[in-house]
């Protein structure tokens, strides 16, 4: 049983992945900014503590966090704003990463987006800045020497998962569904031999624990 500090949780990947982790017998601490999400992160099997990205500071995330086995950071401002999305997808990934090398926590799975989203449509100015926000995310994180997994899943979507993905370092772009998201990042937790590796993220036709596995392979 693993120990999953989850930032974001009560997003919708993140729901989707306590009831996960909760379902596989892990335990995941849900780190949520609402009073109101209380109740539904404890039913869906989480532990919830309550702090947003812009009050903590690195040693208090730490605190929270002290303990886990790996955390998952699946917060974003959700386009509200460049402002917003700089203090929370940008800085809010740094002071993370602060926190989880205070507490002495090695693994660390970063849900980044794919870089070729909506290229070839119109993006706003916004849109180009959060692309490039979380691509710093991911440099920022490369550089560390924890056990960091960035998954780039493509445009996603609410539909029921299949349980089928398409996941590799270069795939060609295109949807995924939460659910299959939040099952993937279980595998990765369950799969520590998958480290410092960049994975793309599609609906695709390979189970998840075997696309998992031959990540192992490479
Ligand atoms: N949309 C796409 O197609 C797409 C594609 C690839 C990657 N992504 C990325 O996937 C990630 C998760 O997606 P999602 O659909 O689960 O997003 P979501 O539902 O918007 O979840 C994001 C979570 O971050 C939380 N958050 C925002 N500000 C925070 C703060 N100051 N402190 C702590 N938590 C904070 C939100 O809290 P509240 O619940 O209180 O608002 C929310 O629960 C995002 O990072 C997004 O950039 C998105």
Avoid at 101 to 125: H, N
Avoid at 158 to 186: F, L, M, Q
Wanted: charged share 25%.
């Amino acid at each position: 049983m693993s120990k999953v500090f989850i930032i974001g949780a009560a997003g919708k990947i993140g729901r989707r992945l306590v009831r996960r982790l909760a379902d596989r017998g892990h335990q995941s601490l849900a780190l949520h900014r609402k009073p109101e999400q209380r109740g539904e992160l404890q039913a869906l099997g989480g532990t919830p503590i309550a702090g947003s990205l812009l009050d903590l500071d690195a040693q208090g995330l730490a605190q929270f966090m002290s303990g886990s086995d790996a955390v998952v950071f699946t917060a974003g401002a959700g386009g509200v704003g460049m402002e917003l999305t700089n203090a929370i997808d940008g800085r809010g990934l740094e002071l993370s990463v602060t926190a989880v090398k205070l507490a002495g926590i090695k693994r660390f799975v970063l849900v980044s987006v794919f870089p070729d989203a909506l290229r070839g449509g119109r993006v706003s100015e916004g849109f180009e800045n959060y692309i490039a926000v979380k691509k710093q995310a991911d440099v920022r994180l490369v550089e560390t020497d924890l056990d960091w997994i960035i998954v780039r899943p493509g445009t996603l979507v609410d539909t029921p998962g299949h349980g089928k993905v398409c996941a590799d370092v270069a795939i060609s772009y295109g949807n995924v569904s939460r659910d299959d998201v939040a099952a993937t990042i279980v595998e990765l937790v369950e799969q520590p031999a998958v480290n410092r590796i960049i994975i793309e993220l599609t609906q695709g036709d390979m189970p998840i624990g075997d696309a998992i596995r031959r990540l192992v392979r490479r």
